[in-house]
C-alpha cells in the first residue's frame, strides 16, 4: 500500500481529516488538483461545535492567532433576519472571523509537523475498489501514475470526481439564487452614521442589516469605528459561473444596482466571493473502501455552515478508519460514520432550508413570517434553541445499547478536573485525540472493565465539582460513548461499561477481563 487512507482535496476538511488520521497513527496520502493554494476567497470564518472541537485538539489558540479581524459581536444572519445572541451572558453561538485561505494554512502547517504528505497539481482521474484495497488513478505533472490505500476519502467539493466514479448518488435541489459577499472599504462621498446606517450621495439611506426588495436582498455590516463594510446581496439568475473565476468589483455594484435600485460607491476590496446555494446530500457517506466528507457529502442553502459540518465529518471518520486500518475495529465501527454524520447533515439541512423558506419570500406574508419569528426570538428560551440547533451543540449521536444516560452521544463539556498533577479540564485530556475512560468517582470497579484496553483506552481518575455522572466513557471525537449514573451499582454499571467498550474499542487483550 502506498498509504493507509488517500485523501482527495486539501481543503479544511481533507486537511483536518489528515491531522486527525496522524494523531490516530495512520498514514494519509492527500492528493489535491490545484497546483498552488488559491488565494480566492470562499468562506470567512468558523463559527459553532467545530470552535470547541478544535480547542480540545489545542489548535484554537493558533487559529485566533492568525486572525486578522476583530472577533465580532455573536450576531448571525438567518434566513434574512438576525440572530441577536449579545444580551445573553453564556452565548451558545460563537464565530471566529478566519479567512479561507488563512485556515487551511494554519492545518496545512499542522498537517506538515504530523509527517503528512501533501500533493499539489495531482488531480484524481479515476477510482477503482475491490475487497483489499482501492486504487486512485492520478494526474500529476509528470504524467498520470497510480497510487493504492486501504481506504479513499473523497474530501474534494461539491462537484467531487470521487462521489461521481464511486457512483453515489446526491439528490437534492439546486435554487436560482446568486449570492454575492464582499468586505470594502468606502469612499469619503459615502458616510457611515451612528447606528451603522450608510447615507449614500443622490440616494439617501440605507439601513444596516438586511433590506428585502422585489428583486432580491441585501445586506449591510459597518461600523462607525471600522473603515471596512460588509456588503452582500442574493438575487435570481439563470446563470451558472465557474467557481474559479473569482467575482469583481463591478460585478459586485452591478448586483447592487439590480437589488437595490442604487449605485454604491466602493473602494478597496478585501474580500469578493460568490456562492449559489443548493440543498443536497449524498445517499451514502461510505461505499465499500470509498467514502465522502465535507461538500462532497452534503451542501446547505446557507452560509456559515459547510466548513464547520466538513471538518466535524473528518473528526468523527478518522478515529473509525484508523481502527479499521489498525485491524481492531469492531464490527460496523466504520458504518457508524454515515449513521452519525449524515444523521448531522439531516439536522443542519433542516436548519438551512427553514432559512430558504424565511428569505426567498418578498411579499407582504413572508414580511408577516420573518416579523413573528423575530418576535418569537425576542424570549431568552426560543434564541437558546435556535443558538444550538445553529452551533449543532443540539447533536446527539444515536448510541448502541437499550438504556442511556443523558449524555451518551452529546459532546463532552469541559469539566473542571482536580487531579494528581492539578487542576486541568476534558479539553486537556483530548489533545491526543485518544478515548478516555474518566473515573469521576473513585470506582475501582468499573476502572477493571477497562483492564486489557489500556493502549487503546487512557483511564483517568479526577474529581470535578458538579459530577454529571460517576464515569464517562469519551470518544476520540470528544462524543460520550457511555456514562455511568451517579452512584449505578457495579452490577448493571460494569456490564453495561464492557459492552461500550467491545462496541467502539474492540475486544480486549488476552489477559483482560
Known sequence: ?????????????????????????????????????????????LGGQILELLRYRGLLDRLE?????????????????????????????????????????????????????VRLGHQVVGVSQDDAAVTAEVRGPDGTYQVSAHYLVGCDGAR???????????????????????????????????????????????????????????????????????????????????????????????????????????????????????ARQAEHYRLGRVLLAGDAAHLFPATGVAIN???????????????????????????????????????????????????RGHDPAAEALRGVFQELLADEQPLLRMGALLSGADIRYPMPGAAHHPLAGT???????????????VADLMRSARPVLLDLADRPDLRAAARGRQHRVDVRTAKTDERPADVLLIRPDARIAWAAAVDEPADTAAPALRQALSDWFGAPDADGV
Not at 486539501?10 to 494519509?28: K, V
Not at 433590506?211 to 455590516?221: A, E, H, I, K, Y
Not at 469583481?248 to 474580500?271: C, F, K, M, N
Open 1 to 45: 500500500m502506498d498509504a493507509d487512507v488517500i485523501i482527495v482535496g486539501a481543503g479544511p476538511t481533507g486537511l483536518m481529516l489528515a491531522c486527525e488520521l496522524r494523531l490516530a497513527g495512520a498514514r494519509p496520502l492527500v492528493l489535491e488538483r490545484q497546483p498552488q493554494r488559491r488565494d480566492t476567497p470562499k468562506a470567512g470564518g
Open 65 to 117: 492567532a492568525a486572525c486578522t479581524a476583530p472577533v465580532p459581536a455573536p450576531r448571525f444572519p438567518f434566513g434574512g433576519v438576525h440572530l441577536d445572541f449579545t444580551r445573553l451572558q453564556d452565548p451558545p453561538m460563537h464565530a471566529l472571523p478566519l479567512p479561507q485561505q488563512l485556515l487551511e494554512r494554519v492545518l496545512g502547517e499542522r498537517a506538515g509537523e504530523l509527517g503528512t504528505e
Open 160 to 278: 467531487s470526481r470521487v462521489r461521481d466514479r464511486a457512483g453515489i448518488g446526491f439528490p437534492g435541489t439546486t435554487y436560482p439564487e446568486v449570492n454575492r459577499l464582499a468586505q470594502v472599504t468606502l469612499p469619503d462621498t459615502v458616510t457611515v452614521l451612528g447606528d451603522g446606517d450608510l447615507d449614500v450621495p443622490g440616494y439617501g439611506t440605507i439601513r444596516a442589516g438586511f433590506t428585502q426588495t422585489d428583486r432580491g436582498l441585501f445586506g449591510l455590516g459597518s461600523s462607525p469605528d471600522s473603515k471596512v463594510v460588509s456588503l452582500y446581496t442574493t438575487e435570481d439568475e439563470a446563470v451558472e459561473y465557474d467557481d474559479d473565476v473569482p467575482m469583481t468589483v463591478a460585478e459586485l455594484q452591478g448586483s447592487i444596482r439590480r437589488v437595490l435600485g442604487a449605485d454604491v460607491p466602493v473602494g478597496e476590496a478585501h474580500r469578493l466571493s460568490r456562492f449559489t446555494f443548493k
Open 309 to 359: 459540518a466538513g471538518m466535524l465529518d473528518s473528526v468523527n471518520l478518522a478515529w473509525k478508519l484508523a481502527a479499521a486500518v489498525h485491524g481492531w475495529a469492531p464490527s460496523g465501527l466504520l458504518d457508524t460514520y454515515h449513521g452519525e454524520r449524515h444523521f448531522a447533515g439531516a439536522r443542519t439541512m433542516l436548519h438551512t432550508q427553514a432559512q430558504v423558506a424565511l428569505r
Open 411 to 425: 459532546f463532552a463539556p469541559d469539566l473542571t478536573l482536580h487531579t494528581d498533577q492539578g487542576i486541568i479540564g
